[in-house]
């Protein structure tokens, strides 16, 4: 991992501070090398979920959501989703706005670039197939914040069974989910947290 990639600065709040971050690292920029350079400790949730646009696997290959205060983003390991973070920026208890950045990034990001996941008719993201109630942010243009949701408890996946995937995940047959679990699981401290209760599930 490039010495850039390490753990530095303050944990992202919003998703610009997350742009600003991927703009600061060595390009092309790599979400394994995002992962790695956010300050531990790093919270997480992982879930085995195909209702998303980061499907997962199977519960060995989860969608994993990573909180950092104000923001919550997400990864899955493998899989269509696989080169995609998904952002979720908190704008009260149960609603946030959403965006998405597809890696490797090869250039600077302008501050639009997450918000670029609208219908050609600029009305809805792609969002609000599963996020109900979508609305335009002023202020902020082809940005909507829409309802969050949470993963159903059976579909959970625990933190030990993340490590020992992390573990004993072999790098000559999944080079990519081990490069992910690595930059996740290296460099600090990852400990498991949960979504609010008031928020709707899957």
């Not at 082809?142 to 490590?163: H, I, K, N, T, Y």
């Not at 072999?170 to 990519?176: A, S, T």
Request: charged residues 25%; glycine residues 6%; contains cysteine.
């Amino acid at each position: 991992m490039d010495e850039a990639c390490l753990p530095a600065g303050e944990a992202p709040q919003t998703i610009a501070d997350a742009v600003e971050r991927i703009n600061a690292l060595p390009k092309p920029v790599t979400l394994p090398c995002f992962l790695a350079s956010l300050p531990r400790p790093l919270d997480i949730v992982a879930t085995e979920s195909i209702f998303s646009a980061q499907p997962s696997l199977d519960r060995d290959h989860p969608r994993m959501f990573l909180f950092t205060g104000g923001l919550v983003m997400s990864i899955v390991l493998g899989g269509d989703g696989g080169h995609l973070l998904e952002f979720g920026e908190w704008t009260s208890d149960t609603r946030s706005i959403k965006g998405e950045i597809p890696f490797p990034v090869t250039t600077e990001l302008d501050g639009s670039a997450p918000y670029e996941i609208l219908f050609e008719d600029r009305e809805l993201t792609t969002c609000a197939f599963c996020h109900a109630a979508e609305d335009p942010v002023e202020g902020l243009d082809g940005a909507f914040v829409s309802d969050a949701l949470r993963p159903r408890q059976r579909d959970l996946v625990s933190l030990e069974r993340m490590e020992a995937v992390h573990e004993f995940c072999d790098p000559e047959v999944e080079p990519e989910v081990c490069l992910m679990l690595h930059a996740l699981f290296d460099f600090g401290e990852v400990r498991e947290t949960r979504f609010d209760l008031r928020i709707a599930t899957f």
